[in-house]
């Protein structure tokens, strides 16, 4: 049984630094890329970033400079690094993984960026 387990959420003041992480347990193998997503109050689910197998990523626009995805694939954990954070930013990002065209989602997890 496929699990992800989502950590690193919380309240940060603008400008400010979180570190999301996401493990990923019950895949032995095949999984071709993990991201993160969020959702905004009254809006839809957007990507925010994504690693392939390969290594390579790629950004939202509104992210892109600030925020940086990493993975290990030993550990089957992906990372959200993300910097100068801003109120808009504030979501429930969650982390999903595709393993060989399935894919799981995480339970989410709080950002709020507020003074």
């Known amino acids: 049984q496929v699990q992800l387990v989502e950590s690193g959420g919380g309240l940060v003041q603008p400008g400010g630094s979180l570190r999301l992480s996401c493990a990923a347990s019950?895949?032995?193998?095949?999984?071709?890329?993990m991201g993160w997503y969020r959702q905004a109050p009254g809006k839809q689910r957007e990507l925010v970033a994504v690693?392939?197998?390969?290594?390579?990523?790629n950004y939202a626009d509104s992210v892109k400079g600030r925020f940086a995805i990493s993975r290990d694939n030993a550990k089957n954990t992906v990372y959200l690094q993300m910097n100068s954070l801003k109120p808009e930013d504030t979501a429930i990002y969650y982390c999903?993984?595709?393993?060989?065209?399935?894919?799981?989602w995480g339970q989410g997890t709080q950002v709020t960026v507020s003074s």
């Open positions: 999903n993984v595709d393993v060989n065209r399935d894919y799981y």
């Open positions: 019950g895949i032995n193998f095949g999984i071709r890329a």
């Open positions: 690693i392939h197998s390969g290594g390579s990523a």
